[in-house]
């Protein structure tokens, strides 16, 4: 089950992990342009979900302590991703990263979103050549696949 898995990844990741579940009507957008003050692994269970994330704007939001009032287009300027999501994806993106979705005309989107606040594994050690990172990523990955099979995908 999904609190089953939650629990492991608090376990994993030494700190509160929580889960949302969105469901976005076809040609409709959910939310407008943000950031979070979380970690957000995006699990698309079923439709699908046109995604564009944006790289932090200034050094001060690349670990944000707060999540972001919206933004307009003008002030994100362009996607770093461009992505559509099917059933089955996933998609990860570090707090303080802008982003956006919105459903294609022909299809909804049902996705949960699982979200931690990591201290230590974001974007601040992206360049890091740690084998923990490594094994830390895998595990990650095991649960993630676990959770996803889990679900109605």
Known sequence: TVW????ILQEQFSNMVGANTYLTPAGAQG?????????????????????????PRQQAEMLPRF???????????????EIVLEAGDLLYFPRG????GDCLPEAHS?????SSYLEYMGV????????RRTVFLQKIRTLLTKLMDYAPV
């Open 31 to 55: 939310f407008a342009p943000h950031y979070d003050d979380i970690e957000a692994f995006v699990i698309q269970l079923e439709g699908k979900k046109h995604w564009r994330v944006y790289a």
């Open 97 to 100: 990263f802008i982003h956006q």
């Open 4 to 7: 089953h898995v939650l629990s």
């Open 67 to 81: 999540s972001s009032s919206n933004f307009s287009q003008m002030e994100i300027g362009e996607p770093i991703l």
């Open 124 to 131: 601040i050690n992206t360049d890091a050549d740690d084998p």
């Open 110 to 114: 049902l996705h949960i979103t699982v």
